[in-house]
């Protein structure tokens, strides 16, 4: 890609006409030729240009091999910021336009993290289809790079063993059964949650007292120590912190609402309260039907 095809290509993503970026130091046809490649800009009109579409003087004099470094260089700032506000998303185009094709470590690490956030915010929101299709590319992107992502393989692996518990359906394309019902992975909320709900069905409760101890305070945490009452039938007292747990702003539309609701109509049967039990019953087959709507 010569300069002026750079230049318009910068123009058109900006949504400028010519005579916008033109300005009042040179003429729209001088543009126009140089983005045909029929002129080449003098130094200061190249800077000029540069400084009017905002991007490194460097940028437009690269060589095609270098423009990749420079897209990398005025794109971090913005990525860095984006993941300081949780906007994965957001982000996450950053690091595509950034990355544009062309091969990067740092870049495919990042938009490895990038889906990997967006799939944690969609299993907590209830899109688990979003979610089982965000954490196959993260995997994938993962696989992009030099950088160890062993971690993330494992995170997204029991990701997908918890999946796995509310819909046969919810599989990835890109993991084995094996390595999803073998993997462990630790220093991720959810994931040491999903161990401890693990442990605590084969009888031990050592992962449910560390996870209770690094994790006090969260919903997860809440619905532990109500298992670990029913587990002991100790019904209402279980009951009750699951109600109070149902008024929990963190408590949102995805799968621990869906296994709360459970626990609930459990817990009512246990207690005699047969038309609670079957108000939870239907409301949680309900939720099902929507967390397992398609994309």
Not at 111 to 123: H, K, N, P, S, T
Not at 131 to 140: E, G, P
Not at 160 to 182: M, N, Q
Not at 212 to 220: E, G, N, Q
Request: glycine share 6%; net charge negative; charged share 25%.
């Amino acid at each position: 890609m010569h300069i002026g095809e750079k230049i318009k290509s910068l123009r058109q993503s900006k949504l400028m006409t010519q005579s916008e970026l033109a300005g009042n130091q040179i003429t729209r046809n001088m543009l126009s030729s140089i983005e045909h490649g029929t002129a080449l800009p003098s130094l200061p009109t190249a800077i000029y240009i540069a400084e009017r579409l905002n991007v490194p003087l460097g940028y437009l004099l690269a060589q095609d091999g270098d423009e990749l470094a420079y897209r990398k260089m005025t794109a971090i700032p913005n990525i860095r910021r984006a993941f300081a506000q949780k906007d994965f998303a957001g982000a996450l185009a950053l690091v595509q336009a950034a990355q544009d094709g062309g091969e990067d470590d740092e870049l495919s690490f990042l938009r490895a993290q990038c889906e990997f956030g967006m799939a944690r915010a969609d299993l907590e929101a209830g899109r688990l289809r979003s979610a089982v299709a965000a954490l196959d590319r993260a995997i994938l992107a993962a696989g992009e790079t030099i950088y160890d992502t062993e971690w993330l393989r494992a995170r997204a692996a029991v990701y997908f063993r918890y999946l796995s518990g509310v819909s046969a359906t919810l599989t990835s394309d890109v993991l084995d059964a094996d390595e999803i019902e073998h993997a462990r992975a630790l220093g991720d909320e959810v994931c040491e949650y999903v161990m401890a709900l693990e442990e605590m069905e084969k009888g031990y409760h050592g992962a449910v007292a560390e996870y209770l101890s690094r994790h006090a305070d969260s919903v997860y945490a809440v619905r532990l120590r109500a298992l670990t009452l029913m587990k002991k039938e100790e019904f209402p007292a279980a009951q009750t912190t699951l109600e109070a747990l149902l008024l929990r702003d963190e408590l949102t539309f995805g799968v621990l609402l869906y296994d709360v609701f459970g626990d609930l109509e459990l817990c009512f049967r246990k207690n005699d309260d047969y038309k609670r039990a079957y108000e939870f019953a239907g409301s949680r087959l309900g939720l099902l039907e929507k967390l397992l709507e398609e994309l």
